[in-house]
T-cell receptor, first 110, second 117 residues
């Protein structure tokens, strides 16, 4: 089976840094994705990790540790528009399907 | 970039009727289409995987006779919710897989908000 967990909700202040964690237990791992989703819209791609380490992309960074089944998304210089849900998703090696985590709703306050 | 057109964006139907949702890949061939369901304040739950020209593979707990998936061509996949009930009200979203595009090869439709009354 597959189990992908994230904190349900987080709050942060504009300009701050927030780290959203994702832990997973899967049978066939072939990469981990992070998506941003605003209510009623499609998810948008943020980052992808397949090897251990940190991937940086502007204000967003994502880290992966395959041995620990752990990833995090780091958002710097938070803006009000960053208020959204953040979803991690694991790609299955055999089928290529993406299995999504429970999702984290982030609210940024002024 | 790759675009997936999903229609309708919103639909309201009566209990007992069927609703068809279409996803078209506009500028690429989608060998695989994934269908997800999302309830309010929850994450995306994978319902099924469809490959062009073959039967869909359903996730555990998803009724294949209720959620009919057809992937007749490399650019079109449809999900039909048969005999809909209020508990089927949800946000349905498709994701097309474009081979050879690695991390960028998953393109999502804009979603369909289904309300069953």
């Amino acid at each position: 089976g597959q189990n992908i967990d994230q904190p349900t909700e987080m709050t942060a202040t504009e300009g701050a840094i927030v780290q959203i964690n994702c832990t997973y237990q899967t049978s066939g791992f072939n990469g981990l994705f992070w998506y941003q989703q605003h209510a009623g819209e499609a998810p948008t791609f943020l980052s992808y990790n397949v090897l251990d380490g940190l991937e940086e992309k502007g204000r967003f960074s994502s880290f992966l540790s395959r041995s620990k089944g752990y990833s995090y998304l780091l958002l710097k210089e938070l803006q009000m528009k960053d208020s959204a849900s953040y979803l991690c998703a694991v790609r299955d090696r055999g089928t290529d399907k993406l299995i999504f985590g429970t999702g984290t709703r982030l609210q940024v306050f002024p | 970039g790759a675009v997936v057109s999903q229609h309708p964006s919103r639909v309201i139907c009566k209990s007992g009727t069927s609703v068809k949702i279409e996803c078209r890949s506009l500028d690429f061939q989608a060998t695989t289409m994934f269908w997800y369901r999302q309830f309010p304040k929850q994450s995306l739950m994978l319902m099924a995987t469809s490959n062009e020209g073959s039967k869909a593979t359903y996730e555990q707990g998803v009724e294949k006779d209720k959620f009919l998936i057809n992937h007749a061509s490399l650019t079109l996949s449809t999900l039909t919710v048969t005999s809909a009930h209020p508990e089927d009200s949800s946000f349905y979203i498709c994701s097309a897989r474009e081979p050879g595009q690695g991390r960028y090869g998953y393109t999502f439709g804009s979603g369909t908000r289904l309300t069953v009354v």
